[in-house]
Every structure is written in C-alpha cells, then in structure tokens.
C-alpha cells in the first residue's frame, strides 16, 4: 500500500499547476475519483468537487475544495532517502 501512494503523489507532482493554472490536475482528480467510484455523482464547480453517493445515501459526500496550485517554478518529483521531493510535497497534493 505504501508504496501504491507514494506512486500516486510522485504522478500527481508530476503534473504541472502553477497558481491560475490547475484546470490540468483538477481533471486528472475528477477522473481518478471518477475511476475509483464509476457510481457516484461528481459535481464541479471551477476547480472544486463534489463526490455523492446516491446508491448509498447512508455515505457522506467528499468534498474536495483545497487549491491543487503550486508556487512556480515546477520541478520533476523525486524520492531521496525514503522521502518524496516536489512542487506541492508538503501541500495539498500531498
């Protein structure tokens, strides 16, 4: 499993978002989400979500409202001594 997510964030930061620009990682987001749960409800308003589960009512919705922006300048994400390495690492990417 760790190493599933560290997987994950390396591919995340590997996709560019400078500030104004996250229209690219806000749909890589919906799609994965859209992957993982093919029978929720997925509402966008900008480059916010809104996860429902209209065949289990019981679920709360998952809201994703965080900025998914980074600061410039990008750099490729890496791994150095068991830890990951890149624009937004220590942000809401992670």
């Known amino acids: 499993m760790e190493k599933q997510l ?8 590997s996709i560019a978002s400078p ?5 690219v990682i806000a749909k ?3 799609e ?3 992957y993982q749960f ?4 997925i509402k ?13 009512p019981n679920l709360p919705h998952l809201v994703f409202v965080g900025h998914s922006d980074t600061v410039p300048p990008f750099f490729e994400p890496y791994i150095d001594n ?3 390495y890149g624009s ?4 809401m990417k992670a």
Not at 19 to 23: G, I, L, M, N, V
Not at 38 to 41: C, G, I, R, S
Request: overall charge negative; glycine content about 4%; cysteine-free.
């Open 32 to 34: 994965t989400l859209q």
């Open 88 to 91: 937004g690492a220590s942000d």
């Open 44 to 56: 966008s308003h900008e480059d916010s979500l809104i996860i429902e589960f209209p065949n289990n």
């Open 38 to 41: 093919p029978a929720a409800t």
């Open 82 to 84: 068991g830890k990951i």
């Open 28 to 30: 890589h987001i919906q």
């Open 6 to 13: 560290a997987s994950q964030l390396l591919h995340l930061l």
């Open 19 to 23: 500030t104004f620009h996250e229209s």
